[in-house]
């Protein structure tokens, strides 16, 4: 079943065509658009008109992170305000976050991605899609349900929490996808189980599955406790959000809406581009997006591509999964952290001195999150309520800052071990490769 | 009256007391009397030493997090119903008492128990009027 089989199964020749048309519109207009983007392709000496063939996409300069963070809030819109209907945001390194605008047409071309996905996943107008990824800024929630809105589905938008009023939806409801970060699935599956709820009591069928790293033992136990298949969902807010890429279940790997998001995959390093099959950074451009077009971005992502054709019938090009980022950013609980964004909590407490680190591990498929942090040298600890105060003044500013809690153990200062005079900030003993 | 007492802040991690002990012994600092209060991840090590400022000075040094304040030492005899004494007056006054532990009972038949109250001079002052003797370092050492 397909949503768009014009698209998704279309020739290769086809597809590049309608690729180089588009991005030399897309081009031509964040040119004209984008005063920061159009200073740097000035600077690398690169006209709009300069893009005949769609390898000329490699004479483009690159955008990053610190684009957005040069730029907030919305130094990298091409669309004028008025034109804007929708405002997301994910966390940035300096504590700015990453704000993303979207036109009408960007949240149609949203929901076509995502409607695509969903189809691959069996869905359709009959369906009844259970949404408890998180509504607001993040991209996860509305980003399924204007996917579940597309193909005419029924829409539950529950977002995410109350793990018992979820289960009453999921059964009363008949829901048949759940959309939710793989780690939600299974505190749901669980909750299930323990309510004597198995497969068959539960009308689903299939999950949409993203936001966060997980294991192949996970995805197994998720799909027999709860009776579903397992779907993949890769996205970013700065390029749109969830929907980028799906997968199929058929063939390895993610497709991707290549007639919307254009993949290269380069060595973070030398910056040139790799052929199918090797290992590198994914950049991705926006083909048919006004609100906030992106030329190249590096999504600090690692995987490969591949452009063979999909056991399902699909042409479109398709991305592994992702085995690592090429920046130091953590994905905890769902969430994006930056180490730099903790520093920043706590240079503004006065108890604390910067030498921390961050203990990321895994228990029972669910992250666990701790800050050890050395306390100020000369600092008056007389009794525990002293320590305890300060524990929930560290513990509120952060989760302020990350929307995420985190346990927080606090050393004498000079304890932490140093690695050539700086600690060794960051302990991920997550393993997603079993 | 009042003594000065050393505090410690200790990690509850396998050694690192044992590090701290080490610190001590190596210095010739004498505990006179101890205690600590714990949670689950740290304590706090309260402890009456001959000399806290060099103590604490050497503790810093080590990587420990010492500090040094003001307590009062309640100087009562060893036997039923002292204690009890030295509280009463002080809750019936509304000063209340943040922290208590005993040293060493002295040759002559009295215990020291170390006191913290969150109005230091209102209880000594109080204690004083009860006839109850709050004793300075020597007696102590």
Redesign the interface.
């Known amino acids: 079943m397909y949503w768009n089989k014009k698209i998704e199964c279309a020739d290769r020749s086809d597809m590049r065509r309608l690729q180089l048309t588009r991005l030399r519109e897309e081009v031509a207009y964040e040119y004209d658009r984008v005063p920061v983007y159009r200073k740097k392709m000035d600077e690398a000496g690169v006209k709009p008109e300069d893009i005949q063939t769609l390898e000329d996409i490699q004479k483009l300069p690159f955008m990053t992170k610190e684009d957005f963070a040069e730029n907030y809030p919305t130094g990298l819109f091409a669309a004028d305000q008025k034109d804007i209907v929708r405002i997301h945001a994910s966390s940035g390194t300096t504590g700015k976050p990453k704000v993303a605008g979207y036109t009408r047409r960007d949240l149609a071309d949203w929901g076509e991605a995502v409607a695509r996905g969903m189809t691959m996943a069996g869905q359709d107008e009959n369906s009844v899609i259970h949404v408890s990824y998180g509504y607001g800024l993040f991209t996860g929630g509305l980003g399924a349900h204007i996917g579940g809105e597309t193909i005419g589905a029924t829409v539950i938008p529950m977002s995410s929490g109350n793990t018992k009023k979820q289960l009453t939806f999921l059964t009363d409801l008949k829901s048949t996808m759940l959309c939710c970060t793989p780690s939600y699935a299974l505190t749901i599956a669980e909750a299930a189980q323990k309510a004597g709820l198995g497969p068959d009591d539960i009308a689903l069928q299939a999950g949409l599955f993203g936001a966060e790293p997980w294991t192949q033992a996970m995805r197994e136990d998720i799909e027999s406790m709860l009776g579903i298949e397992a779907h993949d969902i890769y996205g970013l807010t700065e390029v749109t959000g969830p929907g980028v890429a799906i997968s199929c279940g058929k063939g390895e790997g993610m497709h991707i809406s290549e007639d919307l998001f254009y993949p290269e995959i380069i060595d973070p390093k030398t910056l040139e581009v790799l052929p199918d099959g090797e290992r590198g950074e994914l950049v991705l451009t926006t083909l048919h997006k006004q609100g906030m077009p992106v030329i190249r971005y590096r999504t600090r992502d690692i995987c490969y591509l591949t452009h063979e054709k999909c056991a399902c019938g699909r042409t479109t090009v398709r991305m592994s999964r992702i085995f690592g980022r090429t920046d130091d950013m953590l994905i905890i609980k769902g969430v994006n952290v930056f180490p730099s964004q903790i520093e920043t909590v706590i240079g503004t407490i006065d108890e604390l001195t910067l030498n921390y680190k961050i203990l990321v591990g895994r228990v029972r498929d669910r992250d666990t999150f701790e800050l050890q942090v050395e306390l100020a040298e000369g600092l008056e600890i007389e009794d525990i309520a002293f320590v305890e105060a300060l524990r929930e003044k560290v513990s509120h500013a952060l989760r302020e800052m990350l929307g995420i809690g985190c346990k927080i153990r606090f050393l004498s200062a000079g304890t932490l071990p140093r690695n050539g005079g700086k600690a060794v900030r960051v302990e991920d003993t997550r393993n997603f490769n079993d | 009256m009042t003594i000065k007492q050393l ?1 410690i ?1 200790v ?1 509850n991690t396998t050694g690192r007391l044992g590090a701290l002990t080490r610190i001590l012994a190596e210095n010739g600092i004498d505990l006179r009397a101890a205690v600590i ?1 714990e ?1 689950n ?2 304590g ?1 090590l309260r402890c009456i030493v001959r000399d806290p400022e060099k103590a604490r000075a050497i503790l ?1 040094q080590n ?3 010492a ?1 040094v ?1 003001d307590v009062l030492a309640v100087v009562i005899p060893d036997r039923a119903g002292a204690f009890d004494a030295v509280l009463q007056p002080l809750a019936a006054a509304g000063v209340a008492v ?2 208590i532990y005993s040293t060493v009972t002295s040759d002559d038949g009295e215990a020291v128990i170390v006191l ?1 109250a969150d109005q230091q001079k209102m209880a000594e002052e109080i204690l004083k009027a009860e006839g109850i003797a709050l004793a300075g370092e020597d007696k102590l050492f």
Do not use: L
Request: net charge neutral; charged share 25%; glycine share 6%.
């Open positions: 505090t802040f990690e209060a949670t991840d740290f706090i810093n990587g420990f997090t500090s304040q943040k922290y913290k």
